[in-house]
Structure formats: structure tokens, C-alpha cells
């Protein structure tokens, strides 16, 4: 049961990242066949993205009530044949609509996968399979551009999805041989927090996306959302967890200030080696493809590292040399060889390895097993929200230095500035995760 446990979480967990990077190669051939504007070209991701985050903590609470494993089939299923639909759609509305179901069928994926794991596997190896699953979702962002640009190459953008359901379909069969299931407390489910959480989830993550004041409006919405919960007494996720286990609290804080700090490095880079420094796409996707590859060759090492070691010591580390890269990053200029980029951004792909499978060992272990479903989901949210924040700031950022007249110099201030900021940034999280261990 272990095996095929693993082997269908591994796969479920390379889709939803793979599906994300290799469609952002496929953009402009979708935008030529569709005759889309920027704007619209934009939705294809935003879509997915805004749906997955809304869908990530009430789904996460559904499967602690109604069964991990069967709501992770259920995932599966949506997610593969919303996959499958595409090949056929022949608009851009259809596309929408089953990028919202994809988005739906992702989240129910990420809030089960980890949960699956963390249940099925003692605490001696859970840093070992969590670390294994953190590879799974590194091969899937560094092989999605790569194998992407092939399939849409030699056949079209639509075998992207095609070849995503394919693999959706074999990590179904292994979980429905699966017959055990894994669930928490039965209770009632809060569809009226369910639903503000959303809206706040929403306006943040639009307002994020967008630079738009509609964020503030997304705050106090959470705001209401946490007065709700603290209220009733089945709640979809109780604040009072964040106050009362430092461990989950500091542990989820380092991973939304780590995501928020490191997500933007690859879109600032792009901009650096193909605007600056004039390399071809081909030739900057090849140096940036060496910080995921070393996020997945050695996820699983630290991982085992986690179960000998206090997971949020490891983690502090890897965030501390995040901060170093980061560091590193801004001070580039026009002078600055390709060869100094590929070494940092290796030791940053170590920083990452060090951090993500000890920090989700860390916040998994802070909790009992009837809330592994949320603190899956927790782990998801402040991935994705992290992300779209670090994506603002660096877009904010680099409109404080536009210059009419386009000046390198005043590109590269504006790109090493980001840099600069997210150094700190990480330094913050570092300290965060520190204190997360200075008490038990």
C-alpha cells in the first residue's frame, strides 16, 4: 500500500506545477489560434490560479471530514478529464471555463497529496517521502517550459494537456487500489466562512496580480473571515491554531515570507540575461533550468535530514542561504558573467532543496492527524499567495525605475533594487524560522 501510495502522490504532485509551467510556453501560440490581447492571454493562468487558492483550505477541511483519499480521487478526476476537454475546446471561453475546473481539481490534489503522506507514513520517514514529493513538484516546474516547448513544437499546444491527463489517469489506478481511508473528526462544514474566505482570497489575489487597491478590500474581508471563525464552532480553520501552536504558526509565516521572496528570481533573471545581456530564450531557459534541477535532486536528501535533525533548523539554513543568493543577485550589473548567475542561482537551488521539504515536515508534524488536511492546505495557500506576492513586488518595484528612454542602467538599478529587497525580505523569514525552534 506504501509503494502505490507514493507512486500516485508523486505523480498527482508533478501535474499541477508541470500543467502551470509548461502553459506559460504555450501562451502565445494559444493567443495567435484565439486571436487573444494581452489582457485576455493573461486569464488562462489567472484563472487557474485565483481558483486553485479559493478551492485550497475548504477542500483541505472537506477532506479531513469526508476522507483524504476520497477526495483526492475525486481531484483526480475532475482535473484529468477537465485536461482531456481542452483538446476539443474551440474557444476562449470553453478554455476558461476548464482552466477553472483544472484550478478546482488541482486544489483538492495539493491539500490531499501531503496529507496522504503524512498519514500513511510514520514520523521516522515522513521527511524522507515529503522530501520526495517536494522533487516531484521541482521535475514538474523545471520540465514544464522544457517539455512544453517540445509537445507544442511537434504537435500542437493542446498534447501539453493531453500528455498532463495521461499522466493524471496512472496516478488515479494507484490510488483506486488503495482501499484504506484517512480522515479526522466528522462535523458540520462552514459554507458562510467558506464563502467570505473566498471573496477575501479573491479581491488579495486579483488585487496582488493587478497592483489594485481591491487587495485592501480582500484584507478586510479576511478580517471578517477570522471574526466568523472565531465564532462558530466547526470552523473551517481556527485562527486560534496560528496563536496557539508556535510551531505550525512560525513554521507557515517562513514559508509565505520565503515564497514571497524567491518566486520573482526567475522572472527578474529572464529579464536580466534576455533584455540586458541579450541571450536568446533558449539560452537563458537553460541557465535558469539549474535551480530547480538541484531543488529536485536533493529535496529527498534533505528530507532524510529532517527526520534526523529538527526540520525547522534545516529549513532556517536553507532559507539563510536563499538570503545569500538573493544578495548575491543584486549586485549584477552589465558587466556580470552568465557563469556568476549559474553559481548562485545553485546555491540557491540548495536554499530552496534545505527549506521547502523540512518546512512542510515542520508544520505537518506541529499538528494532530484529524487537521493534516488543513495543514496541507495551509502549506498550498501560503505557497501560492507567496508567489503572487513576490510577482507584485517585483513588478511594483520595477515600475519605480521605468525610464522613457529605456537605459540598461536604469533597468539593471530597478532589477538588483528587487533583488535587494527580497534579501531582506528572507532575512526576516529566517529569523521567523529561528524562533519558530527556540521553544518547544
Given at each position: ?21 509548461a502553459v506559460n510556453i504555450a501562451l502565445p501560440t494559444i493567443a495567435l489560434e484565439f486571436k487573444l490581447d494581452t489582457v485576455m492571454l493573461s486569464w488562462i493562468q489567472t484563472s487557474y490560479l485565483l481558483t ?199 513554521s507557515s509565516f517562513s514559508a509565505l515570507i520565503n515564497y514571497s521572496a524567491t518566486y520573482a528570481t526567475s522572472f527578474l533573471l529572464s529579464l536580466y540575461l534576455q533584455m540586458i545581456k541579450g541571450f536568446s ?102 505557497r501560492v499567495i507567496g508567489q503572487n506576492l513576490s510577482f507584485a513586488i517585483a513588478t511594483f518595484i520595477l515600475s519605480l525605475f521605468k525610464s522613457s528612454e529605456m537605459s540598461y542602467s536604469v533597468s539593471i ?28
Open positions: 500500500m506504501r509503494t502505490s501510495t507514493l507512486l500516485s502522490t508523486t505523480m498527482a504532485s508533478f501535474l499541477v506545477p508541470f500543467m502551470l509551467s486553485t487558492v479559493v478551492f485550497l483550505i475548504p477542500c483541505g477541511k472537506i477532506a479531513d471530514i469526508f476522507g483524504r483519499r476520497k477526495i483526492m480521487n475525486i481531484g483526480l478526476f475532475i482535473y484529468t478529464i477537465s485536461s482531456l476537454l481542452v483538446y476539443i475546446s474551440n474557444n476562449f471561453l470553453t478554455l476558461i471555463i476548464l482552466r477553472v475546473l483544472q484550478g478546482i481539481g488541482g486544489s483538492m490534489i495539493a491539500t490531499t497529496a501531503i496529507a496522504i503522506l503524512t498519514s500513511v507514513f510514520p514520523l521516522s520517514e515522513r521527511g524522507k517521502v515529503l522530501g520526495i514529493n517536494s522533487a516531484a513538484v521541482y521535475t514538474g516546474i523545471a520540465l514544464g517550459p522544457f517539455l512544453g516547448g517540445i509537445l507544442t513544437e511537434l504537435f500542437n499546444w493542446r498534447s501539453i494537456f493531453i500528455f498532463n491527463s495521461i499522466i493524471g489517469i496512472v496516478s488515479l489506478l494507484f490510488l483506486i487500489n488503495i482501499k484504506e481511508e484517512w480522515k479526522g473528526k466528522i462535523e458540520r462544514f462552514d459554507f458562510i466562512g467558506s464563502f467570505i474566505y473566498s471573496i477575501a482570497l479573491i479581491f488579495i489575489v486579483y488585487g496582488l496580480l493587478s497592483i489594485n487597491i481591491i487587495a485592501l478590500f480582500g484584507l478586510l474581508a479576511l478580517f471578517i473571515f477570522i471574526i466568523w471563525e472565531l465564532k462558530i464552532e466547526n470552523p473551517i480553520i481556527d485562527p486560534r491554531l496560528f496563536v496557539r501552536n508556535r510551531g505550525f504558526s512560525f530564450p533558449k539560452s537563458a531557459g537553460m541557465i535558469l533550468l539549474i535551480q530547480p534541477l538541484f531543488q529536485a535532486i536533493l529535496s529527498p536528501l534533505a528530507g532524510r535530514l529532517s527526520d534526523k535533525i529538527e526540520p525547522r533548523k534545516i529549513a532556517s539554513i536553507g532559507m539563510a542561504m536563499n538570503a545569500i543568493g538573493l544578495f548575491l543577485f543584486s549586485t549584477i550589473n552589465l558587466y556580470t558573467e552568465w557563469y556568476f548567475i549559474f553559481n548562485t542561482l545553485i546555491l540557491m537551488g540548495i536554499g530552496f532543496a534545505f527549506f521547502a521539504s523540512p518546512n512542510t515536515n515542520a508544520i505537518m508534524s506541529s499538528v494532530k492527524s484529524d487537521l493534516f488536511g488543513i495543514a496541507s492546505a495551509t502549506i498550498s495557500t501560503m538599478e530597478g532589477i538588483s533594487t528587487a533583488f535587494l529587497v527580497f534579501s531582506i525580505t528572507c532575512i526576516f523569514g529566517t529569523i521567523f524560522s529561528i524562533l519558530g525552534v527556540s521553544r518547544k
